[in-house]
């Protein structure tokens, strides 16, 4: 099976085999992910244009309202998610979290958005500021949706919290998001999308997605564009100082996780509080 990408409005299968996935149980091969073929420049217009004019004719509370009802629709959907997400060597646990837990981030910020800013769409940022000495310039805030793309590179562990963490606090900003995910679980990402399109509950061009590499992605985004990573510090940096992004000053948020293990060695007993840890 090959992976598809969400791309200006349609399902995509990559233009090469690209990478082998296997199932992390039982070691057979889930998909081939690609993205090969895939116009980057396009698709960053094509949600700039129609993701981003769509979501910025929409109140705060009309978003976030929209991210209720989609968490609710997920939530419809969490057996099968569980099913698929059992092939990247997740316990019923590790999905909980993953599944479950994504979806009530979602709701948590949806519930932010509506008791916290006014149903307009845009945020009046405290009050009047006086900027002349007898009152006659007087200034303030007023903070509207930038017109341009949000784009998502994720870590491999949590292929469905790590993506809807990012995307709902993007979307209620209205800003359309293009989702990157890690290529050894990108499967999974994958279905949590394809539900997410199915569910009709976000406009059109309001998330896409790049299963496989991002190819020059980077090279075509503007100073109205956010860029936000999870994984490797080595990584991250090397996305960071990339020539467009330092050239352009295009906001890039990094977050470089480290993973820990606990290696137990033939001694440790069940009860023994190292097993516990």
Not at 218 to 228: A, K, P, S
Not at 236 to 256: D, T, Y
Request: with cysteine; hydrophobic share 40%; aromatic share 8%.
């Amino acid at each position: 099976m090959q992976s598809k990408s969400y791309y200006c409005g349609s399902w995509v299968e990559g233009q090469s085999q690209g990478v082998e996935v296997r199932d992390a149980v039982n070691g057979e091969v889930v998909c081939n992910v690609s993205s090969d073929g895939l116009d980057f420049e396009q698709m960053l217009q094509y949600g700039r244009d129609v993701g981003g004019e769509a979501l910025r004719q929409l109140t705060i509370h009309d978003r976030a309202n929209a991210l209720k009802n989609l968490g609710k629709y997920l939530l419809s959907k969490k057996e099968h998610l569980y099913a698929i997400s059992a092939k990247t060597g997740a316990t019923t646990a590790d999905s909980w979290v993953d599944i479950e837990g994504g979806i009530a981030t979602m709701f948590s910020y949806s519930g932010i958005a509506r008791r916290e800013f006014a149903n307009e769409n845009f945020i009046v940022e405290g009050g009047p500021e006086v900027l002349s000495a007898k009152g006659s310039f007087v200034a303030r805030h007023i903070l509207t949706s930038k017109p341009g793309v949000s784009v998502h590179i994720n870590a491999f562990n949590f292929p469905c919290w790590g993506m809807l963490e990012k995307i709902a606090p993007s979307l209620i900003a209205g800003v359309p998001v293009i989702v990157k995910p890690a290529t050894v679980s990108a499967y999974m990402t994958q279905v949590m999308v394809e539900e997410i399109i199915a569910s009709g509950l976000l406009p059109e061009g309001s998330i896409q997605l790049i299963c496989g590499g991002v190819g020059d992605l980077l090279d075509h985004l503007n100073e109205q564009d956010v860029v936000t990573f999870t994984g490797s510090a080595s990584t991250g940096k090397k996305l960071r100082c990339h020539a467009n992004i330092v050239e352009n000053s295009i906001p890039f948020n990094m977050e470089a996780d480290s993973l820990n293990c606990s290696i137990l060695g033939e001694t440790v007993a069940v009860e023994d509080p190292e097993f516990a840890l």
